[in-house]
């Protein structure tokens, strides 16, 4: 066993031989352990400036709210944008919201919406940052060591966990939350500098970076198209919705069910770390053995029974021994959730794909902090707690009819396509354009052809494929023509430079029941209106020729 275990953190570690990864994450662990005392300081802080269960809860949803409602964008951001230069903002805009949480609370002004608007804030600057940061570690790392580095993540934020929150209970105590404010300001300092001083390798970009409209319509898209992805999102939703209330309960646990103060706060949110961490530790071999979704049950089943041991015991040791499951539960399933996205989507796309997750996630922790929050308002701590563990028990219930995909061996990078030269000027914005791919199919392959072109539908349409059809050719019955069309020539460009060789496989086993002489054959058309102004015409004019076609070059 202890081979095993030394093997295990072995295989975690192997990212921290990379210098800038091991750099960041250090730098960040140290903003972690200054995120949760400020958190300690701003949840206790409530309990004497409001000490509604509501309240206090609504603490922990304003900063996960901004999660739910600025991720998408800023995956937009971070995959448009150099992601360096992001994370260096958030953090920037963090230290100067936390320096004035700090300077407030000194002078005595703070009252409880004010609180909940700074930590809106610094959720804000946490939402901005999130998906440039968990996309860069892809960026930062090796493919193999790209589980090993989320687990990483995990144990970083988990280590903080487990310390953070009794020093931060201590400080509370010791000096007021606006002490623990202004740690968490000096905190970012760290990340802040070695960010600056990283210069990462970057590729020239060949195209022009998207609109952040179309930019984040795209990655709506592609989840929306990706069958695994979007169990993935839906099963984080409803696990983030019960797994919530221990978290943002937990001053009440601390205060109510056991009778404490911040140090006792301190040491159940310590007690929690310390179960995830063990739940990282573990997780690459549970993921090693089993399948995504068996572990994500039995992250849900910890997670649950934590939950009502918590809900249910009045002693400090019993509750610890409760949340130590709960941490446990709480990292395996999330990390999971996480390594499932990152290693189901190409680079293009990866940071709003991990928006998204993260919308799904925090946006159920959101929902469920201010939900369990009311209901332990109404009828009290435990009985809270007891809805949340229903809640996950449900989630656990949901695996049985929608599991987890297994994640494959997948080969996402992209494949190279170079634009083809056409015999009539177009711009980046010409459009929209048509494109048609004849095929001759025999009859005996037509049904192996039609579930091949169903999986090309949705490829294309993810990729940003408009108004996909199949036709046969009614006078030559061995003819079919795909058809789609996309809005600009730039859009067609973009199309085709998101194909993966993954996607290749499905290219080619339509091309192995394609009988005809040659590859299917091209053409690419942009489409023309009849009435137009004399310029206009003129323009048309020079695009009546016959349109290009190039039988040797895949569409």
Same mark, same amino acid.
């Given at each position: 066993?202890?081979?095993?275990?030394?093997?295990?953190?072995?295989?975690?570690?192997?990212?921290?031989?990379?210098?800038?990864?091991? @750099?960041?994450?250090?730098?960040? =662990?140290?903003?972690?352990?200054?995120?949760?005392?400020?958190?300690?300081?701003?949840?206790?802080?409530?309990?004497?400036?409001?000490?509604?269960?509501?309240?206090?809860?609504?603490?922990?949803?304003?900063?996960?709210?901004? +999660?739910?409602?600025?991720? =998408?964008?800023? !995956?937009?951001?971070?995959?448009?944008? $150099?992601?360096?230069?992001?994370?260096?903002?958030?953090?920037?805009?963090?230290?100067?919201?936390?320096?004035? +949480?700090?300077?407030?609370?000194?002078?005595?002004?703070?009252?409880?919406?004010?609180?909940?608007? %700074?930590?809106?804030?610094? !959720?804000? !600057?946490?939402?901005?940052?999130?998906?440039?940061?968990?996309?860069?570690?892809?960026?930062?790392?090796?493919?193999?060591?790209?589980?090993?580095?989320?687990?990483?993540?995990?144990?970083?934020?988990?280590?903080?966990?487990?310390?953070?929150?009794?020093?931060?209970?201590?400080?509370?105590?010791?000096?007021?939350?606006?002490?623990?404010?202004?740690?968490?300001?000096?905190?970012?300092?760290?990340?802040?500098?070695?960010?600056?001083?990283?210069?990462?390798?970057?590729?020239? @970009?060949?195209?022009?970076?998207?609109?952040?409209?179309?930019?984040?319509?795209?990655?709506?898209?592609?989840?929306?198209?990706?069958?695994?992805?979007?169990?993935?999102?839906?099963?984080?939703?409803? %696990? !983030?919705?019960?797994?919530? &209330?221990?978290?943002?309960?937990?001053?009440?646990?601390?205060?109510? +069910?056991?009778?404490?103060?911040? +140090?006792?706060?301190? =040491?159940?949110?310590?007690?929690?770390?310390?179960?995830?961490?063990?739940?990282?530790?573990?997780?690459?071999?549970?993921?090693?053995? %089993?399948?995504?979704?068996?572990?994500?049950?039995? &992250?849900?089943?910890?997670?649950?029974?934590?939950?009502?041991?918590?809900?249910?015991?009045?002693?400090?040791?019993?509750?610890?021994?409760?949340?130590?499951?709960?941490?446990?539960?709480?990292?395996?399933?999330?990390?999971?959730?996480?390594?499932?996205?990152?290693?189901?989507?190409?680079?293009?796309?990866? *940071?709003?794909?991990? *928006?998204?997750?993260?919308?799904?996630?925090?946006?159920?922790?959101?929902?469920?902090?201010?939900? %369990?929050?009311?209901?332990?308002?109404?009828?009290?701590?435990?009985?809270?707690?007891? &809805?949340? *563990?229903?809640?996950?028990?449900?989630?656990?219930?949901?695996?049985?009819?929608?599991?987890?995909?297994?994640?494959?061996?997948?080969?996402?990078?992209?494949?190279?396509?170079?634009?083809?030269?056409?015999?009539?000027?177009?711009?980046?914005?010409?459009?929209?354009?048509?494109?048609?791919?004849?095929?001759?199919?025999?009859?005996? $392959?037509?049904? &192996?052809?039609?579930?091949?072109?169903?999986?090309?539908?949705?490829?294309?349409?993810?990729?940003?494929?408009?108004?996909?059809?199949?036709?046969?050719d009614l006078m030559d019955s061995g003819l079919w023509v795909e058809r789609y069309q996309v809005a600009t020539w730039l859009d067609y460009v973009r199309h085709n430079q998101r194909r993966?060789?993954?996607?290749?496989?499905?290219?080619?086993?339509?091309?192995?029941?394609?009988?005809?002489?040659?590859?299917?054959?091209?053409?690419?058309?942009?489409?023309?209106?009849?009435?137009?102004?004399?310029?206009?015409?003129?323009?048309?004019?020079?695009?009546?020729?016959?349109?290009?076609? $190039?039988?040797?070059?895949? *569409?």
């Amino acid at each position: 066993m202890a081979d095993q275990d030394g093997m295990e953190v072995q295989t975690a570690a192997r990212p921290l031989a990379v210098p800038i990864f091991r @750099a960041v994450w250090t730098a960040n =662990l140290v903003s972690n352990f200054g995120g949760l005392i400020q958190s300690v300081g701003a949840s206790w802080l409530m309990t004497s400036l409001a000490p509604s269960p509501q309240m206090i809860a609504l603490v922990s949803a304003s900063t996960t709210l901004p +999660l739910m409602l600025l991720s =998408l964008p800023a !995956g937009a951001i971070a995959d448009n944008l $150099d992601r360096r230069r992001v994370m260096l903002g958030a953090q920037v805009f963090m230290l100067a919201v936390s320096a004035l +949480l700090s300077a407030f609370a000194w002078a005595g002004w703070l009252t409880p919406w004010s609180l909940l608007a %700074f930590t809106f804030l610094i !959720g804000c !600057g946490n939402a901005l940052n999130g998906p440039a940061w968990q996309a860069s570690v892809g960026d930062m790392v090796p493919r193999a060591a790209l589980p090993g580095a989320v687990v990483l993540n995990s144990m970083g934020f988990n280590i903080a966990r487990s310390v953070g929150p009794a020093v931060g209970g201590a400080i509370v105590a010791a000096a007021g939350a606006a002490a623990a404010f202004f740690v968490n300001a000096v905190s970012y300092l760290g990340l802040i500098v070695v960010l600056a001083r990283w210069r990462p390798v970057t590729v020239p @970009a060949i195209l022009p970076p998207e609109r952040m409209t179309t930019a984040m319509a795209a990655g709506v898209r592609y989840v929306w198209m990706s069958p695994g992805l979007r169990v993935v999102m839906l099963r984080a939703l409803i %696990f !983030g919705l019960g797994a919530s &209330a221990v978290p943002a309960l937990m001053p009440l646990i601390a205060r109510d +069910l056991i009778a404490g103060g911040p +140090l006792t706060y301190g =040491l159940l949110l310590g007690a929690f770390g310390l179960g995830a961490i063990g739940g990282a530790l573990s997780s690459s071999r549970l993921r090693g053995r %089993f399948a995504p979704e068996q572990v994500v049950r039995v &992250a849900i089943a910890a997670m649950a029974t934590g939950a009502l041991i918590a809900a249910v015991s009045h002693l400090l040791p019993l509750t610890c021994a409760g949340l130590l499951l709960a941490g446990a539960g709480w990292v395996l399933a999330l990390s999971t959730f996480n390594v499932s996205v990152q290693l189901s989507t190409p680079r293009w796309v990866v *940071a709003r794909a991990l *928006a998204l997750y993260q919308v799904a996630a925090f946006g159920g922790m959101a929902i469920g902090s201010w939900l %369990f929050g009311l209901v332990s308002e109404i009828d009290g701590v435990s009985t809270g707690l007891m &809805a949340a *563990a229903s809640a996950q028990l449900a989630g656990m219930a949901l695996g049985f009819f929608l599991p987890l995909p297994h994640i494959g061996e997948q080969d996402l990078d992209l494949r190279e396509w170079i634009a083809p030269q056409t015999s009539v000027p177009v711009e980046g914005r010409s459009g929209p354009i048509v494109v048609t791919i004849e095929y001759r199919i025999d009859a005996g $392959d037509v049904p &192996a052809f039609l579930a091949a072109m169903d999986e090309r539908k949705r490829i294309r349409r993810r990729d940003g494929a408009r108004h996909w059809t199949l036709l046969r050719d009614l006078m030559d019955s061995g003819l079919w023509v795909e058809r789609y069309q996309v809005a600009t020539w730039l859009d067609y460009v973009r199309h085709n430079q998101r194909r993966t060789h993954a996607d290749a496989e499905n290219s080619e086993a339509i091309h192995a029941l394609h009988r005809g002489e040659a590859p299917p054959r091209v053409h690419r058309r942009i489409e023309r209106q009849t009435r137009a102004n004399p310029e206009a015409q003129i323009r048309a004019a020079a695009a009546v020729a016959d349109p290009l076609t $190039d039988p040797n070059r895949s *569409a």
